[in-house]
Structures are given as structure tokens and as C-alpha cells.
């Protein structure tokens, strides 16, 4: 199932929800949107709804690392990560996303939430691989464990 991921602004939270397969290319959107909110927020939660999520690359799990990262900055809050039980679950558990999200596995009530699709970003082959390598660095900075495979991973890259 081709991905989509989309935004939503409910109140002071910000809702980001992944449907279906997620990889790098689709990723540029996301971080054009997660630049403009950490610009000058003004939201005191931050959701991401995975329980239609299929598959997330390692480009999409370094960008919520950052999500964590950048939200770390401005609140004692950990954002909030709805999932359902499964193979995308434990990805999220083996790169230690447990540490820096609370992980619900059924939101309590996202029914209503008006949620608007991402726009598109095009960027040139230069900007995809830098991209993608401040991904890779962000999940290196959850854990010892990530630092040790992310970082050559994002070694290898460059």
C-alpha cells in the first residue's frame, strides 16, 4: 500500500498519522512540517498515530526520533506514539523509541480529528541524502545501542 502521512492541530497538540508504507522519499514533507512547527511552537503535546502505519524505513523512524529530540527541547513531556501490537511495534521497542515516546497501543479518542495529507516536497539527490543522513544521526541519538549501528550506518552513507 502506497504511504501517506498526514498532520492535524487539535487544540495545543499536533497529530501526525502514517498510513501504509513509509519510506524516504515520502519524508521531505515531514521534515519541511516538523521544521515549521519547532519554529516558533506553540503546542504543548505532540501525537503520531501509527495504527495504520505498514512499514516505516529508517529515514521515517529518524525523523520521530527528532520529533522526540526537538520536543525534548521544550517540554518535560515525552510525545505520545499510538501503535497496534505487531512487527512495526517491536521495530519501534529494538530502537529504544520506548525511551523517548510513550507508546499507547489504542489511542483513547482520535475519532474527529480532521487530518490534512502533507504536501510534497521535491528535492534534488544532494538534499535526499543529506536528509537522510540527519535521520540516521537523530536515531543515533536515542541510545548507546543506536550510536553503535546508526552511526556507522550513517557513516556508510556519506
Do not use: W
Request: hydrophobic content about 40%; overall charge negative.
Amino acid at each position: 500500500m502506497e504511504g501517506a502521512i498526514y498532520s492535524s492541530t487539535v487544540g495545543s497538540v499536533e497529530y501526525i498519522r502514517f498510513v501504509g508504507v513509509i519510506r524516504y522519499s515520502q519524508c521531505a514533507g515531514l521534515e519541511s512540517y516538523i521544521n515549521h512547527i519547532f519554529e516558533s511552537p506553540t503546542f504543548s503535546g505532540l501525537a503520531v498515530d501509527l495504527e495504520q502505519a505498514e512499514m516505516l524505513d529508517s529515514t521515517a523512524l529518524g525523523l520521530l526520533a527528532r520529533l522526540s529530540i526537538e520536543f525534548k527541547k521544550i517540554s518535560s513531556d515525552k510525545p505520545t506514539i499510538f501503535i497496534r501490537t505487531g512487527e512495526l511495534a517491536h521495530i519501534l521497542k529494538r530502537v529504544c523509541f520506548d525511551q523517548v515516546f510513550n507508546i499507547v497501543s489504542r489511542p483513547e479518542n482520535n475519532e474527529g480529528i480532521e487530518y490534512v495529507e502533507l504536501a510534497s516536497v521535491i528535492q534534488d539527490e544532494k538534499q535526499v541524502l543529506k536528509s537522510v543522513v540527519e535521520a540516521h544521526k537523530s536515531l543515533a541519538q536515542i541510545s548507546d545501542e543506536n550510536k553503535n549501528y546508526f552511526t556507522d550506518i550513517t557513516n556508510a552513507i556519506k
